[in-house]
């Protein structure tokens, strides 16, 4: 199985930073991952898919790069609304799986 | 409106059964793959099951392989899990997620989801 790992785990910033979490693949998966929002009490949101390419209705603050192994998001200028946490998945073979989950909390 | 909705979740005891439901509304029900997910209080989503629109190719994750079951009706625009063997690592929050027609199905539309709890 693939397995996949955020960092941070948890991670603390101001209103209008700009904050990147990483995710890191055990092997190749090509462009296919993607990234989550989960606010409490909530389901994830899709946020980006293909590593970079923003889902319908997600503001242009949020971004995603990478391939192969190594992935980032990038929250610029974070908004209240952005305080939740974010998971990656790849969908580059089955199994499915998510990292472990980065925390974002207001400074 | 688009929106899927989960049902069937509860307390069972170990070893028994439970079947969830998703009923989907909304949009075209039959064109699109179906996957459940689940995620154990604090803790994050894990993947367990995909079928697709034809109702016959799934694919699972081990922890659930040969326990539960995926299976779907079209007809009446309603993807179910059947739990078997329940075990009380079962115990999670289970959600229906829809596959994306683009790029590699990612998971663009979500259910509320609905709390199962194992223990005797």
């Known amino acids: 199985d693939i397995q996949l790992t955020q960092s941070p785990s948890f991670l603390s910033a101001s209103i209008g930073d700009r904050v990147t979490i990483t995710c890191r693949a055990s092997?190749?998966?090509?462009?296919?991952l993607a990234w989550y929002q989960q606010k409490p009490g909530k389901a994830p949101k899709l946020l980006i898919y293909?590593?970079?390419t923003l889902q319908s209705g997600v503001p242009s603050r949020f971004s995603g790069s990478g391939f192969e192994t190594e992935f980032t998001l990038t929250v610029s200028n974070l908004q209240p609304e952005d305080y939740a946490t974010y998971y990656c998945?790849?969908?580059?073979?089955?199994?499915?799986?998510f990292g472990g989950g980065t925390k974002v909390e207001i400074k | 409106q688009v929106q899927l909705e989960e049902s069937g979740g509860g307390v069972v005891q170990p070893g028994r059964s439970l079947r969830l439901s998703c009923a989907a509304s909304?949009?075209?029900?039959?064109?699109?793959?179906m996957n459940w997910v689940r995620q154990a209080p604090g803790k994050g989503p894990e993947w367990l099951a995909v079928?697709?629109?034809?109702?016959?190719?799934?694919e699972y994750a081990d922890s659930v392989k040969g326990r539960f079951i995926v299976s779907r009706d079209n007809s009446k625009d309603t993807l179910y899990l059947q739990m078997n063997n329940l075990r009380t690592e079962d115990t999670a929050f289970y959600y229906c997620?829809?596959?994306?027609?683009?790029?590699?199905?990612?998971?663009?539309?979500w259910g509320q989801g609905t709390l199962v709890i194992v223990s005797s």
């Open positions: 997620a829809r596959k994306q027609w683009v790029a590699r199905g990612e998971f663009d539309l």
């Open positions: 909304g949009f075209n029900f039959g064109n699109y793959g």
């Open positions: 293909s590593a970079s």
């Open positions: 092997q190749d998966i090509s462009k296919y």
């Open positions: 998945q790849q969908f580059n073979s089955y199994p499915l799986t």
């Open positions: 079928i697709l629109y034809d109702g016959i190719t799934t």
